[in-house]
């Protein structure tokens, strides 16, 4: 991940984020005029409503007077990935001012070496992809704050009020909504290898990357739900599957463990420690591991490396401030409402199950609309 915790980054070419007139009527009687840019709803694109002149609204703590006119969205999406991309879009095109900042556009995405199953796109790679959505949503007149990684966040002080979130830079943003898309991580197995290979036959997603490994050999380390469910799904496809488990026993639910066993393709190592991943110097050619009962080193040639160790969600920041689970995901409700008033929160850093692109992206659309709602339904306080 690109870290730009104190790094500060002045864009000129993105227009200044300017107060928005926002509706104080009911949703109702603004209905007839969604997607036209109604009432006192300004355009990102209006040249009157985001005069060129007024500051970043990213301040650097150093900026003296940075202009409180200039330091406020409708939607602020903390993320850029594909939940933070759709959000970003949906958000926009209600005619409502949407900033965006992300530590990298694209986010995860862009670690990964080929998309094959996101709908209508037949075949594109992770950075293509990111490249791709952040485009889009330029073009809908959301203003991008790339290298900005948020640290805290600040409810509202009464309904209607603004929502603070503090970056690491020093820099203030403030919202009357804020959707929260921070995504998650793999968590690495922390192996000589790992990172040299990563992409070049070590991979993190059987779903997306499963289908390139047809006919090959593969290991899939972790024992737990999701590795042995990794373990499953790529005995359907490749040509044999070794889990490799640290603990003395497999870790996943029984019905699971059940159905690995009765397939032909599968071996099972447990009280094993990867020591390493070896490759060519281009592409993975094996692992290593030792037995941690008879300290035996062992290795096995193979083509690919699935490491299913968990994902770690980028929410620390948001500890004591928004609910989240024992797994540290955002909690959020159907609509992607999380505890907080104005807050809400879509994609992999969530209790929605299931981390795929496309689902994040719907989660994000999702988000938008809540977002949009929330803001025709809510008077703005004096």
Same mark, same amino acid.
């Given at each position: 991940?690109?870290?730009?915790?104190r790094?500060?980054?002045?864009?000129?070419?993105?227009?200044?984020?300017?107060?928005? @007139? %926002?509706?104080?009527?009911?949703?109702?009687?603004r209905?007839?005029?969604?997607g036209?840019?109604?009432? %006192?709803?300004?355009s990102?694109s209006?040249?009157?409503?985001?005069?060129s002149?007024?500051?970043n609204?990213?301040?650097?703590?150093?900026t003296?007077?940075p202009?409180?006119?200039a330091?406020?969205?409708d939607?602020l999406?903390?993320?850029?990935?594909p939940?933070?991309?759709?959000?970003?879009v949906?958000?926009?095109?209600?005619g409502?001012?949407v900033g965006v900042?992300a530590?990298r556009?694209?986010g995860?995405?862009?670690?990964?070496?080929?998309?094959?199953?996101? =709908?209508?796109?037949l075949?594109?790679d992770?950075?293509?992809?990111?490249?791709d959505m952040e485009?889009?949503?330029?073009h809908?007149g959301?203003d991008?704050?790339?290298?900005? %990684?948020?640290?805290?966040?600040i409810?509202?002080?009464e309904?209607?009020?603004l929502?603070q979130?503090?970056?690491e830079?020093g820099?203030?943003?403030?919202?009357h909504?804020?959707?929260?898309s921070t995504?998650a991580?793999?968590?690495?197995?922390?192996?000589p290898?790992?990172?040299?290979?990563?992409?070049?036959?070590?991979?993190y997603?059987?779903?997306?990357d499963?289908?390139?490994?047809?006919?090959?050999?593969?290991?899939?380390?972790?024992?737990g739900?999701?590795?042995?469910?990794?373990?499953i799904?790529?005995?359907?496809?490749?040509?044999?599957v070794?889990?490799?488990e640290?603990?003395?026993?497999?870790?996943a @639910?029984?019905?699971?463990?059940?159905?690995?066993?009765?397939?032909?393709n599968?071996?099972v190592?447990?009280?094993a420690?990867?020591t390493?991943?070896?490759? @060519?110097?281009?592409?993975?050619?094996?692992?290593g591991?030792k037995?941690?009962v008879?300290?035996?080193?062992?290795?096995?040639?193979?083509?690919?490396?699935?490491?299913?160790?968990?994902?770690?969600?980028?929410?620390?920041f948001?500890k004591?401030?928004?609910?989240?689970?024992?797994?540290?995901?955002?909690?959020?409700?159907?609509?992607?409402?999380t505890?907080?008033?104005?807050?809400f929160?879509?994609?992999?850093?969530t209790?929605?199950?299931?981390?795929?692109?496309? =689902?994040?992206?719907?989660?994000?659309?999702?988000?938008?609309?809540?977002?949009?709602?929330h803001l025709?339904r809510?008077?703005?306080a004096?």
């Amino acid at each position: 991940m690109v870290c730009a915790c104190r790094l500060w980054l002045w864009l000129p070419q993105i227009p200044a984020w300017g107060p928005s @007139d %926002r509706v104080t009527g009911s949703g109702s009687d603004r209905q007839q005029g969604v997607g036209q840019n109604p009432g %006192r709803f300004p355009s990102p694109s209006d040249s009157a409503a985001v005069p060129s002149s007024v500051p970043n609204p990213i301040a650097s703590p150093d900026t003296p007077n940075p202009g409180a006119a200039a330091d406020r969205v409708d939607v602020l999406i903390v993320g850029g990935g594909p939940a933070g991309a759709a959000a970003a879009v949906y958000a926009a095109r209600k005619g409502i001012r949407v900033g965006v900042a992300a530590e990298r556009f694209g986010g995860q995405v862009n670690d990964t070496m080929a998309i094959e199953n996101y =709908i209508s796109v037949l075949e594109t790679d992770g950075p293509k992809f990111g490249a791709d959505m952040e485009a889009q949503v330029r073009h809908y007149g959301a203003d991008i704050m790339n290298l900005q %990684r948020a640290a805290k966040i600040i409810p509202a002080e009464e309904e209607g009020g603004l929502i603070q979130v503090q970056m690491e830079n020093g820099g203030v943003l403030k919202a009357h909504t804020v959707i929260l898309s921070t995504g998650a991580r793999w968590r690495n197995v922390n192996v000589p290898g790992e990172q040299e290979y990563k992409n070049k036959g070590v991979a993190y997603c059987p779903h997306c990357d499963g289908p390139l490994f047809k006919g090959k050999r593969t290991a899939v380390i972790g024992g737990g739900n999701s590795g042995i469910e990794a373990a499953i799904d790529l005995a359907g496809i490749v040509a044999h599957v070794t889990v490799i488990e640290f603990a003395d026993q497999l870790k996943a @639910d029984a019905v699971l463990v059940n159905k690995l066993k009765s397939l032909p393709n599968v071996t099972v190592h447990t009280n094993a420690q990867t020591t390493q991943i070896t490759g @060519d110097g281009s592409v993975v050619n094996g692992i290593g591991f030792k037995d941690r009962v008879s300290g035996q080193e062992q290795h096995i040639a193979l083509e690919g490396v699935f490491v299913q160790i968990g994902l770690i969600p980028n929410t620390e920041f948001l500890k004591d401030t928004v609910a989240l689970s024992k797994f540290g995901e955002i909690v959020v409700d159907a609509k992607g409402h999380t505890n907080v008033p104005g807050v809400f929160a879509a994609g992999d850093c969530t209790t929605v199950p299931f981390k795929q692109i496309v =689902i994040a992206a719907g989660d994000g659309a999702k988000a938008a609309l809540s977002a949009f709602d929330h803001l025709i339904r809510t008077p703005v306080a004096a």
